[in-house]
Protein backbone atom coordinates (compact mmCIF):
# COMPACT_ATOMS: atom_id res chain seq x y z
CA UNK A 1 0.00 0.00 0.00
CA UNK A 2 1.44 3.38 -0.89
CA UNK A 3 1.01 5.60 2.61
CA UNK A 4 2.06 9.02 3.61
CA UNK A 5 3.16 10.35 7.42
CA UNK A 6 3.14 13.60 7.12
CA UNK A 7 3.54 15.50 10.76
CA UNK A 8 3.79 18.54 12.68
CA UNK A 9 6.66 18.23 15.65
CA UNK A 10 7.56 21.15 17.69
CA UNK A 11 9.84 19.43 20.40
CA UNK A 12 10.41 15.99 18.75
CA UNK A 13 8.01 13.50 20.28
CA UNK A 14 5.86 13.38 17.17
CA UNK A 15 9.21 12.95 14.87
CA UNK A 16 9.67 9.46 17.42
CA UNK A 17 6.26 8.57 16.73
CA UNK A 18 6.12 8.92 13.20
CA UNK A 19 9.54 6.86 12.13
CA UNK A 20 7.97 4.36 15.12
CA UNK A 21 4.97 3.83 12.57
CA UNK A 22 7.03 4.15 9.68
CA UNK A 23 9.29 0.97 11.07
CA UNK A 24 6.23 -0.64 11.67
CA UNK A 25 4.94 -0.54 7.94
CA UNK A 26 8.27 -1.36 6.57
CA UNK A 27 6.65 -3.47 4.11
CA UNK A 28 4.76 -1.19 2.10
CA UNK A 29 5.48 1.93 0.17
CA UNK A 30 5.78 5.30 2.84
CA UNK A 31 6.64 8.55 2.19
CA UNK A 32 7.72 10.50 5.43
CA UNK A 33 7.02 14.53 5.57
CA UNK A 34 7.76 16.55 8.90
CA UNK A 35 5.58 19.90 8.19
CA UNK A 36 7.85 22.89 8.78
CA UNK A 37 7.02 25.27 5.92
CA UNK A 38 3.76 24.84 3.92
CA UNK A 39 3.73 23.79 0.79
CA UNK A 40 0.64 22.52 -0.96
CA UNK A 41 0.76 18.78 -1.76
CA UNK A 42 -0.98 16.62 -4.13
CA UNK A 43 -2.22 13.63 -2.07
CA UNK A 44 -3.96 11.74 -5.02
CA UNK A 45 -1.50 9.04 -5.23
CA UNK A 46 -1.80 8.12 -1.31
CA UNK A 47 -4.10 5.08 -0.53
CA UNK A 48 -4.13 6.24 2.89
CA UNK A 49 -2.67 9.64 4.62
CA UNK A 50 -1.36 9.33 8.09
CA UNK A 51 -1.42 12.52 9.97
CA UNK A 52 0.37 13.68 13.49
CA UNK A 53 0.98 16.57 15.97
CA UNK A 54 1.55 17.19 19.59
CA UNK A 55 -1.00 18.95 20.80
CA UNK A 56 -0.37 22.87 21.51
CA UNK A 57 -3.19 24.75 24.16
CA UNK A 58 -5.86 21.80 22.98
CA UNK A 59 -5.24 21.76 19.05
CA UNK A 60 -3.08 20.00 16.60
CA UNK A 61 -0.34 22.13 15.06
CA UNK A 62 -1.34 24.98 12.55
CA UNK A 63 1.39 23.80 10.00
CA UNK A 64 -1.30 20.37 10.09
CA UNK A 65 -4.08 21.87 9.49
CA UNK A 66 -3.05 24.69 7.13
CA UNK A 67 -1.34 21.37 5.12
CA UNK A 68 -4.65 19.85 5.55
CA UNK A 69 -6.95 22.61 3.81
CA UNK A 70 -4.44 23.46 1.39
CA UNK A 71 -3.91 20.03 -0.06
CA UNK A 72 -4.59 20.09 -4.10
CA UNK A 73 -6.05 16.40 -3.97
CA UNK A 74 -6.95 14.51 -0.88
CA UNK A 75 -7.00 10.60 0.16
CA UNK A 76 -9.84 8.47 0.54
CA UNK A 77 -8.41 7.34 4.16
CA UNK A 78 -6.57 8.90 6.60
CA UNK A 79 -5.51 8.16 10.69
CA UNK A 80 -4.13 10.59 12.97
CA UNK A 81 -2.58 10.24 15.85
CA UNK A 82 -1.09 12.74 18.54
CA UNK A 83 1.03 13.18 21.79
CA UNK A 84 -0.08 15.43 24.70
CA UNK A 85 1.40 16.18 28.09
CA UNK A 86 -2.08 16.04 29.91
CA UNK A 87 -3.01 13.02 31.46
CA UNK A 88 -6.69 13.55 29.92
CA UNK A 89 -6.93 12.86 26.09
CA UNK A 90 -8.05 15.89 23.75
CA UNK A 91 -10.94 14.27 21.88
CA UNK A 92 -11.46 17.30 19.86
CA UNK A 93 -7.73 17.73 19.13
CA UNK A 94 -8.07 16.78 15.36
CA UNK A 95 -11.54 18.65 15.04
CA UNK A 96 -10.69 21.14 12.37
CA UNK A 97 -8.99 18.21 10.42
CA UNK A 98 -12.24 15.96 10.48
CA UNK A 99 -14.33 18.77 9.62
CA UNK A 100 -11.93 19.86 6.38
CA UNK A 101 -11.66 16.01 5.36
CA UNK A 102 -15.25 14.96 5.52
CA UNK A 103 -15.73 17.81 3.36
CA UNK A 104 -13.37 16.12 1.05
CA UNK A 105 -15.01 12.94 1.42
CA UNK A 106 -11.95 11.41 3.55
CA UNK A 107 -12.69 8.47 6.09
CA UNK A 108 -10.91 8.13 9.34
CA UNK A 109 -9.80 4.58 9.96
CA UNK A 110 -8.19 5.37 13.22
CA UNK A 111 -6.87 7.59 15.84
CA UNK A 112 -4.56 6.90 18.17
CA UNK A 113 -2.98 9.38 20.98
CA UNK A 114 -0.58 8.96 23.61
CA UNK A 115 1.26 10.57 26.45
CA UNK A 116 4.53 12.67 25.47
CA UNK A 117 7.40 13.87 27.13
CA UNK A 118 6.82 16.42 29.27
CA UNK A 119 6.94 20.19 28.00
CA UNK A 120 8.99 22.34 30.41
CA UNK A 121 9.63 26.04 30.60
CA UNK A 122 12.65 27.15 31.66
CA UNK A 123 13.29 30.84 32.83
CA UNK A 124 16.69 32.26 33.27
CA UNK A 125 14.69 34.34 35.31
CA UNK A 126 14.57 33.72 39.15
C1 LIG B 1 3.66 25.52 23.24
C2 LIG B 1 3.21 24.19 23.82
C3 LIG B 1 1.89 24.04 24.24
C4 LIG B 1 1.46 22.80 24.78
N1 LIG B 1 0.15 22.69 25.17
C5 LIG B 1 -0.27 21.49 25.67
C6 LIG B 1 -1.64 21.32 26.07
O1 LIG B 1 -2.48 22.20 25.96
N2 LIG B 1 -1.99 20.11 26.61
C7 LIG B 1 -1.09 19.07 26.74
O2 LIG B 1 -1.48 18.00 27.21
N3 LIG B 1 0.19 19.19 26.33
C8 LIG B 1 0.63 20.38 25.82
N4 LIG B 1 1.92 20.52 25.42
C9 LIG B 1 2.82 19.36 25.52
C10 LIG B 1 2.92 18.66 24.18
O3 LIG B 1 1.66 18.33 23.64
C11 LIG B 1 3.66 17.32 24.30
O4 LIG B 1 4.92 17.54 24.90
C12 LIG B 1 3.82 16.69 22.93
O5 LIG B 1 4.36 15.41 23.07
C13 LIG B 1 4.71 17.57 22.07
O6 LIG B 1 4.89 16.96 20.80
P1 LIG B 1 6.13 17.36 19.90
O7 LIG B 1 7.39 17.04 20.67
O8 LIG B 1 6.01 16.52 18.68
O9 LIG B 1 6.03 18.82 19.60
C14 LIG B 1 2.36 21.72 24.89
C15 LIG B 1 3.69 21.90 24.45
C16 LIG B 1 4.10 23.10 23.92
C17 LIG B 1 5.52 23.24 23.43
Redesign the pocket.
Known amino acids: MKIHIV?????????KIALAIRSALDNHDVDVLELEDYQPRNLIDYELLILG??????LV?DKLIEFVRNAINFTLKYACF?????KEP?PDCFQPIREEADLRGSNCIGEFHC?????TYYSNEE
Not at 7 to 15: A, D, E, H, L
Not at 53 to 58: I, K
Not at 82 to 86: A, L, Q
Open positions: YYTSTGNTRSGVYLGGYSRERYLGEPF
